[in-house]
Every structure is written in C-alpha cells, then in structure tokens.
Nanobody, 117 residues
Framework: QVQLVESGGGLVQAGGSLRLSCAASGRIFSPNDMGWYRQAPGKQRELIAS???????TYTDSVKGRFTISRDNAKNTVYLQMNSLKPEDTAVYYCNLRFRFVQGDYWGQGTQVTVSS
C-alpha cells in the first residue's frame, strides 16, 4: 500500500510564498508521475503542476511563472514552491502519485492554503 503525506499549507498574505511537500511511502514503482491538484470551494479539482520521474514538468497557465514543482526521487518526495500568491490560489491542495506501467493512483489527504488580500 502507498501513502502520501502532505505538509506546508497555511495562511499567507497576497504576494507571499509557501512551500508544500508530499512524501510517498510504501511499494513505489518507477517510472511514475507526481502532481499537485487543488480544489477551491464550489469548484472541481484541477491539476496545476506535474513532474515525471525524469523531471519533465507541466503547469497550468494560471500558475506558470509563479509555482515550481520539483521532486527528490531518493526520498520519494515532491515539492511545490508557490510564490507571488494570490487570493484566487486559496484552495485545498492535493498530492497525487500515478504509476506509468503498473496500476496505481494515490492521493494525499489534502492541505489547506489560504491567501488573504
């Protein structure tokens, strides 16, 4: 069984920064993709950033240039550095791990990020 544990959320003023971490444990297969999703109240969960085992990254347009996703494969940990935060970034942020060639799609418990204006 795979578990994902997130940390780093909180309350920050607009323009501030936060760094989220997500540590995976258990039986983890490579290659895999790790990603960060977020869900604001009344909205659908959306993928905002992802990274492959090889370090290839993708971002949704609303966070490009402000957020950076990275990973430490030795620690099975993915990070999301969030800069220039805006009130519209307020949401619950979820970490996801998906195996490429073996069935497996796992989620963290979510961490709240609140950006005040």
């Amino acid at each position: 069984q795979v578990q994902l544990v997130e940390s780093g959320g909180g309350l920050v003023q607009a323009g501030g920064s936060l760094r989220l971490s997500c540590a995976a444990s258990g039986r983890i297969f490579s290659p895999n993709d790790m990603g960060w999703y977020r869900q604001a109240p009344g909205k659908q969960r959306e993928l905002i950033a992802s990274i492959t085992s090889g370090g290839v990254t993708t971002y949704t347009d609303s966070v490009k240039g402000r957020f950076t996703i990275s990973r430490d494969n030795a620690k099975n940990t993915v990070y999301l550095q969030m800069n220039s935060l805006k009130p519209e970034d307020t949401a619950v942020y979820y970490c996801n791990l998906r195996f490429r060639f073996v069935q497996g799609d796992y989620w963290g418990q979510g961490t709240q990020v609140t950006v005040s204006s």
